[in-house]
């Protein structure tokens, strides 16, 4: 679904601090699988995730999607992208304070169009199958982590996306919080959907729901399980 050719990426490129994130990524990923990319903190797990889902791209390489060559596209075809294919979980669920939950989880869906009754019933629904019907007017700052982070993944599913990526899923929470992630993804990925993490957390790495860890070190791949 995802093809990554000879990737590298580069900050501040030219400068004295030029640092390369990615040196030199290939990778195929497959649909409907779960994948964590696992490895220290400046490994490139982040910068990884953010060329798969579009919100940067390479400096050199190539990035293909199903099939189709999108590295280089300006970036309002990306940005539609971007919309219709991925969803993201952030680690600090970047909700808007001062909105409700229900309010943070339809904003997405704004630039697509559609019915306001039906994109409400969508995110209703949403909150009721995460269990957070009764904190659907609650404002996002009231909320706990647990909550929090339901409504950041009702958020990234509110367009349907064939792709969630989640960076650091479960680093802000404790063990229970984290199991309790855990049992959310085995629901989504028993929907078909490709799932991709980053993380360095033991509980994720070695879920039963993971099927694949890619391992990063110093921007490159070192090991594929």
Known sequence: ??????????????????????????????????????????????????????????????????????????????????????GFIFQQFNLIRGLSAIDNIMLPAYPLGGAWRALQERAESLLDSLKLGHRRAARVEWLSGGEQQRVAIARALINDPKVLIADEPTANLDTALSKEFLGILETLAGQGRTILLTSHDPLVVESSVVQRVVMLRDGRIVGDR
Do not use: H, Y
């Open 1 to 86: 679904m995802i093809e990554l050719s000879g990737i590298r990426k580069a900050f501040n490129q030219g400068r004295e601090n030029e640092f390369w994130a990615l040196n030199g990524i290939d990778l195929s990923i497959q649909s409907q699988q779960v994948t964590v990319f696992f490895g220290p903190s400046g490994s490139g797990k982040t910068t990884l995730l953010t060329v798969m889902g579009c919100l940067a791209r390479p400096t050199t390489g190539r990035v293909r999607l199903e099939d189709r060559d999108i590295s280089g596209l300006p970036e309002r075809f990306l940005a539609q992208i971007r919309r219709r294919t991925f």
